[in-house]
């Protein structure tokens, strides 16, 4: 098993389920006739959140390559649970501005993306859900994006807490567990119950 520890250095963390998170979301877009939310197109979860919470006759949109992420989720956690069927989305087209205009809608935007922005600027009053790591706020080019919007800052990490891993290893029962992306792998020592922990270094090879 391979794990990442990206909490395991901060022994207070904490932080509030998708569903706590969900819910704040979905005040926004009710109380919200334009809405762009600002996520990473792989965090599957936040995009299912946010599409199980659209608001009746509002537009779900989303661009090309989003359209390619969300479609690989339904075809993969889509079968499994209905949470990834996404349903409802569709992607961007210019037939679609005169009923986004005038029913509203929910729009993920990229950063990166200058048709975003150019999008954004058509609907100065909307609001934008940043729901991604609050230290990307102090990149200029996330700035320059978000300027001028109100931002309404909605996040909850992926990451999992200590007590969490336990739970996975405990479930999985792996016969050896590999910490990765953490500045303390020693603290798997307390969490693997006994089990073995490998500890590579940097350009050291495993074969299993």
């Known amino acids: 098993m391979i ?3 990206t909490t395991l250095n901060r022994p207070d963390y904490s932080h509030i389920s998708e569903q ?5 979301i979905k005040t926004v877009l009710e109380e919200n006739k ?3 939310v600002l996520c990473s197109s792989t965090n599957f979860d936040r995009i299912a959140s946010v599409c ?12 090309d390559y989003q359209c390619e992420m969300i479609q690989y989720l339904r075809q993969t ?5 209905a949470v990834y069927a996404c349903d409802g989305i569709l992607r961007y087209g210019r037939n679609l501005d005169e009923r986004m205009t005038d029913k509203g809608f ?3 935007v990229r950063s990166g993306n200058p048709f975003h922005r150019q999008t954004m600027e058509r609907f100065p009053d909307a609001v934008v859900i940043y729901s991604m790591w609050k ?6 080019d996330m700035q320059a994006f978000l300027r001028g919007f109100h931002r309404i800052e909605l996040h909850t990490s992926g990451h999992a807490d200590g007590e969490t891993i336990r739970t996975v290893i405990d479930t999985v029962d792996p016969g050896f567990i590999i910490p990765m992306h953490t500045e303390k792998p020693d603290a798997f020592i307390s969490l693997a119950d006994g089990r073995r922990i490998l500890f590579p270094q940097d350009g050291d090879c495993i074969t299993l």
């Open 106 to 108: 929910c729009m993920f």
């Open 3 to 5: 794990c990442e520890g």
């Open 20 to 24: 706590e998170l969900q819910s704040q």
């Open 77 to 81: 956690g889509g079968t499994k649970s």
């Open 34 to 36: 334009y809405v762009f």
């Open 135 to 140: 230290g990307y706020l102090e990149r200029p």
């Open 52 to 63: 199980s919470v659209i608001p009746k006759g509002k537009y779900c949109i989303c661009d």
